[in-house]
């Protein structure tokens, strides 16, 4: 069975600034898929990036960025240049290449500060 | 741009209590699921369905948990009879297909909180 741990409960960054949220997981697979997830105050999740475990190169989407260490089982998400309206649950998630279930990390909570 | 929508967004019941949730899934999608998210605690997968059919579910998804597409829009879960620990937002998703290609993106409902009395 597939685990995902996110050991950062909460974090908070200024405006402007950059933060990491990080990801581990751990799988025996060598196909599978990364995602993460946001989740503002209004509760409906958004896709914000996700990864192909079979790509070296690590996905972007504008601010957003990830950091994934295949080796390492990480899977770690940059937001650079941080707004109010990033401030949210983020979730990761993994998914095999054979099934359609997401296994959910535990959630950071993420406070953008003026 | 196309949204899942989830009714009630809110249901309160007695334990013991039949329940139905609603959604409407993207309507060109193909691929319907239902995840869980007990307070607290992680959101979990209970079950996919795909042509009419289960395609994948977990052991929370038991017997007194059903699924259905009544119609080419809706899609519902159905708790037949209601405990305590079933209290929880339960989310509705949907992609256009199974996996693999970025066509395979889950896009989630803003879901309904169930509360068991």
């Known amino acids: 069975a597939q685990t995902v741990t996110q050991s950062q409960p909460e974090m908070s960054v200024q405006e402007a600034e950059t933060v990491t949220l990080s990801c581990t997981y751990d799988?025996?697979?060598?196909?599978?898929?990364l995602f993460w997830y946001k989740q503002p105050p209004s509760r409906q999740m958004i896709l914000v990036i996700r990864?192909?475990?079979?790509?070296?190169q690590n996905a972007t989407e504008n601010r957003f960025s990830v950091n994934f260490q295949k080796a390492a089982k990480s899977f770690s998400l940059k937001i650079s240049d941080s707004q109010l309206g990033d401030t949210a649950m983020y979730f990761c998630?993994?998914?095999?290449?054979?099934?359609?279930?997401?296994?959910f990390g535990g959630g950071t909570r993420l406070m953008v500060k003026p | 741009e196309p949204e899942v929508t989830q009714t009630p967004s809110h249901q309160v019941t007695q334990m013991g209590q039949e329940v139905i949730l609603r959604c409407v899934p993207i309507?060109?999608?193909?691929?319907f699921y239902w995840y869980r998210q007990i307070l607290g605690q992680k959101v979990e997968f209970l079950v996919s369905?795909?042509?009419?059919?289960?395609?994948?579910k977990s052991e929370i998804f038991d017997d007194q948990f059903s699924v259905e597409r009544p119609d080419g829009s809706n899609f519902t879960l159905k708790i037949r009879s209601t405990k305590l620990e079933d209290s929880a937002m339960y989310f509705c998703?949907?992609?256009?297909?199974?996996?693999?290609?970025?066509?395979?993106?889950?896009?989630f409902g803003p879901g309904t909180r169930l509360t068991v009395l």
């Open positions: 998703a949907s992609s256009k297909t199974g996996t693999g290609g970025g066509t395979d993106t889950q896009y």
């Open positions: 990864q192909e475990a079979y790509k070296q």
């Open positions: 799988t025996s697979e060598s196909n599978y898929y």
């Open positions: 369905f795909y042509n009419n059919e289960i395609s994948e």
């Open positions: 998630a993994f998914r095999t290449n054979a099934g359609n279930m997401l296994t």
């Open positions: 309507s060109n999608h193909l691929y």
